[in-house]
């Protein structure tokens, strides 16, 4: 009897051994199966688009599929939560962007924590530019914010919405620069470009892509972008640093982050496939032609940016009272 169950005890234990063997040798092989990029936005932006760039790169190189699940709605929260929430294997990605160095100064709780998501890899940046209409008589930043502390609260400020993108900038830039402009929300991005090119507003930071076809035509005078350093499509075109409002940077980011506790020998997997796209030249030509820079910053330095970004924002959000749509 004492035989047959030391028999049966070895034979578990040389069962768990194999298991243990198997799973160490398929996580040194990360990836065996497909993984899946959770985008907290509907498809098309540019959080979406440069995604799918690092998706397709990752499944041509790593023999496995990298799938884009678009999980839109509540600021990111929607996304960032099932990124939060998913087994920490490394078989889920999570794409963040702006939203997540902001979220925490806008609300005082979150569906997730952001100590539960460990940043991989800033893949982009890409900036607003501040726009006036041509009709207004200012043609640096210097100008405009003179006109706008010679009349407080005169100027329009278009954005697409309270805490969007456009808003947020415009909200740094009077903070930095001490100037009250009166903001106006219009429905959308194309609206608020209408009525800058109306002369309805006189302030809007619009995307390259929005705004740089009405700067051609003359009918918009582009005054800065809102970039820490120039992106090469705006290579022309100086900084809000440069134009003399240092501290109006605002990028936005477009990283990977996964969920904490994936395991180190893991992550360090994920960050050398993601970097390795990332620098190649072809997709750097890519990304650069649709207006982003190139950054390529691994974790650590990612995590550190996104800290000091989160602290930014809780600042501006107190100076400027900020609050959720």
Known sequence: MKTAIMRAAAAVFVSLLAG??????????????????????????PTDYTSRILADELTARLGHAFVIENRPGAGHQIGMTAVGNAEPDGYTLGAVSTPYVIN???????????NAL???????????????PSSLPVKSVQELVALAKAKPGELNMASPGNTTGPHLAGELFQSVSGVKLQHVPYRGGPQSTTALIRGEAQVYFDTPTGIM????????????Q????????????PTMAEAGCAGCEFDVYNGIVVPAGVPAHIVARIEAAIKAVVTDAKVRQRFEADGFAVVALPGAEFASLLSKEVAKWQKVAADRGISPP
């Open 104 to 114: 925490p100064a806008l609300y005082k709780k979150l569906p997730y924590d952001n």
């Open 213 to 224: 076809s009405h700067v051609e035509s003359g009918m918009v005078r582009a005054l800065a």
């Open 20 to 45: 243990l063997s198997a799973n160490a040798q398929s996580d040194a092989q990360w990836p065996t199966k497909s993984v899946r990029i959770i985008v907290p936005t509907a498809a098309g932006g």
């Open 226 to 237: 809102t970039a820490t350093t120039r992106v090469p499509q705006l290579s022309n075109m």
């Open 118 to 132: 460990k940043p991989i890899f800033l893949l982009t940046t890409s900036p607003l530019v501040l726009g006036v």
